[in-house]
């Protein structure tokens, strides 16, 4: 049939428009005039800003610790909730889950693997180490271990105490796009093919030669804290927005951590004040040293070693070193990467 051909179209007699709606929701149909349109002129979220101490967090761990083993539940995880998102259990953000999790002397956590990417802050003890495909990572405070899509991965304590780590996924992110995925190893132990020092030496004389399965996948404590200390040193202008900040990234690529988490480390000098500013990533922090006040959206939230809380998108925030004396350190893992190639991301200072 023709364009312009008269076409039979049969009309019911006394048509309405809510008869309309009617009989194209029978055939999975929807007219766009049912939509009243009332988009907010600035990002909006559900997440809510929020902030988790430690000790509630911790003393949640211990008691885990009593009466849950890595045979029960495969891992020992408290998960940090969000009080903003509803119905949506154990969810950080709409983007983000952050998690402790902790593993006893002479456990052992079996292999799996996930297309959630997760990553391994560590904040206590030493001596465990993470194997992702094969490659060995031993555990030291303020470590970075990154666990890309789909690598196998076990955790294995031979030490003489509990080792704890900040867990981040992007779960929820993963989730909406419905792409979850979760394999266990038939061996749930790996074989070792090599220690992560190893793995870092080799990027630091052949970057191109390195194989994809040997990647660069432990930040380690003793070379990061000395590279904020240089940069504090080399007389740079510290960011108005977060003091002395260095963001991890993937030396091949120059890339962020990971494709859907920017990790970052900052410092803020004793009463250091930064300027306030908002943008549409979301970040979760981490108090690994020090103390001080986030202000978000104009609520103060006092933190101090070992606490974590979230800056929601858009929200305006700075934040304060309470300490006259001593610097404050934050961790921080933010969703910037997945934001960034859709054109998506945003920031501006804001006056308060």
Same mark, same amino acid.
């Given at each position: 049939m023709s364009s312009d051909s008269k076409e039979d179209i049969r009309i019911p007699a006394n048509d309405s428009l809510e008869r309309l709606d009617q009989d194209m929701a029978k055939k999975s149909l929807d007219g766009f005039w049912r939509v009243r349109l009332s988009v907010p002129p600035e990002p909006t979220t559900n997440v809510k800003p929020f902030l988790w101490k430690w000790e509630d967090c911790y003393e949640s761990l211990v008691r885990a610790g009593k009466l849950v083993s890595p045979e029960d539940c495969d891992r020992r995880v408290v998960r940090l909730v969000n009080p903003g998102i509803e119905d949506r259990r154990g969810i950080t953000t709409h983007t983000l889950q952050l998690g402790l999790q902790s593993v006893h002397p002479g456990e052992h956590a079996a292999s799996h693997r996930h297309m959630v990417v997760a990553l391994r802050f560590v904040v206590k003890g030493a001596g465990a180490f993470t194997t992702i495909e094969g490659q060995k990572c031993v555990m030291a405070e303020g470590d970075l271990i990154l666990n890309p899509r789909f690598c196998w991965h076990d955790h294995t304590n031979h030490g003489s105490e509990p080792v704890v780590w900040l867990d981040g996924l992007d779960t929820p992110l993963i989730a909406s796009l419905q792409q979850k995925a979760f394999q266990v190893s038939p061996e749930p132990v790996q074989p070792i093919d090599i220690e992560s020092d190893k793995v870092s030496a080799l990027f630091g004389l052949a970057r191109s030669t390195v194989a994809v399965k040997n990647q660069l996948i432990h930040y380690r404590w003793k070379d990061t804290y000395p590279a904020l200390k240089a940069l504090q040193a080399s007389g740079a202008e510290p960011s108005p927005f977060d003091g002395y900040l260095l963001e991890f990234r993937n030396p091949v690529t $120059? $890339? &962020?951590? /990971? &494709?859907? %988490? =920017?990790? +970052? %480390? =900052? /410092? /803020?000098? &004793? +009463? #250091? #004040?930064t300027a306030a500013h908002r943008h549409t990533s979301t970040t979760i922090y981490h108090a690994f040293s020090g103390s001080g006040t986030t202000f978000i959206g104009g609520q103060p939230f006092d933190w101090k070693k070992g606490d974590s809380f979230v800056v929601p998108l858009w929200y305006p925030h700075y934040h304060v070193n309470r300490s006259a004396s001593e610097e404050a350190l934050l961790f921080s893992m933010s969703d910037a990467p997945v934001l960034k190639p859709l054109e998506l991301y945003r920031e501006e200072p804001v006056s308060l």
């Amino acid at each position: 049939m023709s364009s312009d051909s008269k076409e039979d179209i049969r009309i019911p007699a006394n048509d309405s428009l809510e008869r309309l709606d009617q009989d194209m929701a029978k055939k999975s149909l929807d007219g766009f005039w049912r939509v009243r349109l009332s988009v907010p002129p600035e990002p909006t979220t559900n997440v809510k800003p929020f902030l988790w101490k430690w000790e509630d967090c911790y003393e949640s761990l211990v008691r885990a610790g009593k009466l849950v083993s890595p045979e029960d539940c495969d891992r020992r995880v408290v998960r940090l909730v969000n009080p903003g998102i509803e119905d949506r259990r154990g969810i950080t953000t709409h983007t983000l889950q952050l998690g402790l999790q902790s593993v006893h002397p002479g456990e052992h956590a079996a292999s799996h693997r996930h297309m959630v990417v997760a990553l391994r802050f560590v904040v206590k003890g030493a001596g465990a180490f993470t194997t992702i495909e094969g490659q060995k990572c031993v555990m030291a405070e303020g470590d970075l271990i990154l666990n890309p899509r789909f690598c196998w991965h076990d955790h294995t304590n031979h030490g003489s105490e509990p080792v704890v780590w900040l867990d981040g996924l992007d779960t929820p992110l993963i989730a909406s796009l419905q792409q979850k995925a979760f394999q266990v190893s038939p061996e749930p132990v790996q074989p070792i093919d090599i220690e992560s020092d190893k793995v870092s030496a080799l990027f630091g004389l052949a970057r191109s030669t390195v194989a994809v399965k040997n990647q660069l996948i432990h930040y380690r404590w003793k070379d990061t804290y000395p590279a904020l200390k240089a940069l504090q040193a080399s007389g740079a202008e510290p960011s108005p927005f977060d003091g002395y900040l260095l963001e991890f990234r993937n030396p091949v690529t $120059g $890339g &962020p951590t /990971l &494709p859907s %988490i =920017q990790c +970052a %480390i =900052q /410092l /803020l000098d &004793p +009463a #250091k #004040k930064t300027a306030a500013h908002r943008h549409t990533s979301t970040t979760i922090y981490h108090a690994f040293s020090g103390s001080g006040t986030t202000f978000i959206g104009g609520q103060p939230f006092d933190w101090k070693k070992g606490d974590s809380f979230v800056v929601p998108l858009w929200y305006p925030h700075y934040h304060v070193n309470r300490s006259a004396s001593e610097e404050a350190l934050l961790f921080s893992m933010s969703d910037a990467p997945v934001l960034k190639p859709l054109e998506l991301y945003r920031e501006e200072p804001v006056s308060l």
